[in-house]
């Protein structure tokens, strides 16, 4: 075999998980820029360093997130990571599941009231400990 065709078939063979990959990665990157058009005031997102924040105001590639006390910060539209949705049905599962088992009707491993509802935030209950 010829060493020059032997080496394109080694150069063609190599390449092509290259070019698979970057297909799959461009796709991906389309299908959150899609997302992130999507959103809208109201909406509350996750950010890719997991703060969590509701849209009051957008521009074109600048959001306005407000924290839980009010307070308003500029982010970058590609700095979101998601949308947060509601774990509706998680929630319902969980009660169900909670009434099954016939424990200590006093002991609960989660927080009651909303502060369940919204992750990563302490509970008013929760400092006074």
């Known amino acids: 075999m010829d060493p020059l065709l032997m080496l394109l078939v080694i150069f063609a063979v190599m390449m092509l ?24 005031i109201g909406d509350e997102v996750r950010t890719h360093s997991g703060f969590y924040g509701l849209i009051v105001d957008q521009y074109d590639d600048v959001v306005i ?27 319902a599962s969980d009660d169900l ?3 099954d088992t016939g424990g200590d009707a006093g002991a609960s ?12 935030v302490t509970g008013s209950a929760d400092r006074d400990r």
């Open 17 to 40: 998980p290259m070019l698979l990959m970057g297909n799959r990665q461009r796709k991906m990157m389309r299908e959150q820029q899609e997302r992130l058009s999507q959103l809208e």
């Open 65 to 91: 997130l407000e924290t839980e006390d009010g307070s308003q910060m500029k982010w970058a539209r590609n700095a979101i990571s998601q949308k947060v949705e509601e774990p509706a049905a998680a929630d």
């Open 109 to 120: 491993h989660e927080p009651s009231g909303t502060d369940r509802d919204v992750p990563g």
């Open 97 to 99: 599941d909670a009434d």
